[in-house]
């Protein structure tokens, strides 16, 4: 059984940054793509960024967060991470990380569908 937690998320002013952690159990860790996914209250659960397996060469961002948020990972330590800078209101949600497929195709996979493995989530509540 895979098991995802997250942590990291907190309060946060508008323009500042928080960067989130998720440590992943199994020894096949490398080889998943990995996502981290965000839902506001009353709304959908929406991609936020991927990354691809291995040596994560391959990231990819939805257009709300791109050239703000970060996306990385640590095979060593079974960790990806979200380093979230210049925060806005409206980043405010609990955040998921989730597991991909197995797969080196450098696919861009960006829906809910596409992975199997959720972590419980962490608030990130940005003030104005």
């Known amino acids: 059984q895979v098991q995802l937690v997250e942590s990291g998320g907190g309060l946060v002013q508008a323009g500042g940054s928080l960067r989130l952690s998720c440590a992943a159990?199994?020894?096949?860790f490398n080889s998943y793509v990995m996502g981290w996914f965000r839902q506001a209250p009353s709304k959908e659960r929406d991609f936020v960024a991927g990354i691809s397996s291995w040596s994560g060469r391959s990231t990819y961002y939805a257009d709300s967060v791109k050239g703000r948020f970060?996306?990385?990972r640590d095979n060593?330590?079974?960790?990806?991470f979200l380093q979230m800078n210049s925060l806005k209101p409206e980043d405010t949600a609990v955040y998921y990380c989730a597991r991909g497929p197995s797969t080196f195709d450098g696919t861009r996979y960006d829906t809910l569908s596409d992975y199997d493995y959720w972590g419980q989530g962490t608030q990130v509540t940005v003030s104005s």
């Open 76 to 80: 060593a330590k079974n960790t990806v």
């Open 70 to 72: 970060t996306i990385s």
């Open 25 to 28: 159990s199994g020894r096949t």
